[in-house]
């Protein structure tokens, strides 16, 4: 489920956007479009949106390794805030990822395929993860990877088809080890193409709102960088 820790906003930081916001079928997205590119990853956020520096500065990364990044706004303008009056378990009943997002998500796949994309991924980060974890079972997904995922399940796990990684934190009461485990355990019974990593060190969101002047939290989060855009390289390049 949804937690406190999902609520933590990441210290500030700043990046200078190599991409450029569009408007796709009516979704807010940030794309970054390297010439050429036939493979795409789909990027879809934490609570905080699609418009922090590091989740833009991971979407440019993608780019940079030869993918079409997309990073749509699946929250609609409405990021969760720390500081407003709204607790975040009320802000969390507004943003149900099994609804809208999730049929946006799909929306997305559509227009990429419309635009010569021929292999598509999805990623998705704390609240992101469960939505692209069920669009993966609905639309064309060539691999998926979670970072740090929130409510996903093991009947989610299951029911994914695709070649699919996990970078789980080793402290993370949202998605704990334990399920993590859990997580690979199926993953291993079956013939899917898999990868669960358990960073040590990390707690949850580390990836996209670590501190960029910690040596170590800066570390953590590009060698899992790294993993990721490895795993849409085996499988979509």
Known sequence: MAGPECCVPAPPSTHSSVGGEESWEGIDVYVNHPASSTAAVILVSDVFGWKTPLFRKLADKVAAAGFVAVAPDLLYGDVFDPDASVPFQTWIQ?????????????????VLQSKGITSIGLSGFCWGAKVVILASK???????????????????IK?????????AAETDHVTPVDMVNE???HLEHGNQDHFVKVFPGT??????????NSETAVKNAEEAHEDFIAWFR???L
């Open 203 to 212: 707690a949850h969101g580390w990836t996209v709102r670590y501190d960029v």
């Open 138 to 156: 609905e639309t064309t997904c060539n691999a998926l990877v979670m970072c740090h995922p929130s409510m996903v399940t093991i009947d989610d």
């Open 94 to 110: 507004g943003h149900k990822p099994h609804l809208k997002p999730l049929e946006d998500c799909k929306k997305l796949v559509s």
């Open 234 to 236: 085996k499988h979509l």
């Open 159 to 167: 029911a994914c088809k695709a070649p699919l990684a996990i970078l």
């Open 183 to 185: 997580f690979k355990k």
